[in-house]
């Protein structure tokens, strides 16, 4: 089992930078594939990126893809998601999941962090 703490959200301007964390508390992150997903207030949630747990292959919907960047670091036991030039429509929380290897096609994600809120604004 795996716990997960998003850390790094934040208020920032349109056309601005954050860089999110998706660490383990407890349990190893390379075990398992990590996706990024968001939820705004009155929308669904969407998936926007997964990196896999071998080879750290990435992948990213339409609306970010160009813009955010998946990495994960096992030495560190954390996935980061650096976003790039934000826009107001990015605006949500933020959550990381983690699931079997295979989770960024089959999206069987197991355990889920608590979410960070971005905010998009100027």
Same mark, same amino acid.
């Given at each position: 089992q795996v716990q997960l703490v998003e850390s790094g959200g934040g208020l920032v301007q349109p056309g601005g930078s954050l860089r999110l /964390?998706? =660490? =383990? +508390?407890?349990?190893?992150l390379g075990y398992y =594939?990590?996706?990024w997903f968001r939820q705004a207030p009155g929308k669904e949630r969407e998936?926007? +990126?997964c990196v896999t747990a071998s080879s750290g292959s990435t992948?990213? +919907?339409? /609306?970010?893809k160009g813009?955010?960047?998946?990495?994960r670091d096992n =030495?560190?036991?954390t996935v980061y998601l @650096?976003?790039?030039s934000l826009k107001p429509g990015d605006t949500a929380v933020y959550l990381c999941a983690a699931g079997v290897p295979?989770?960024?096609? +089959?999206?069987?994600?197991?355990?889920?962090? @608590?979410?960070t809120q971005v905010t998009v604004s100027s």
């Open positions: /964390s998706c =660490a =383990a +508390s407890r349990g190893f =594939a990590i996706g998936w926007i +990126s992948y990213y +919907s339409d /609306s970010v813009r955010f960047t998946i990495s =030495a560190k036991n @650096q976003m790039n295979g989770a960024c096609r +089959s999206k069987e994600y197991r355990y889920w962090g @608590q979410g």
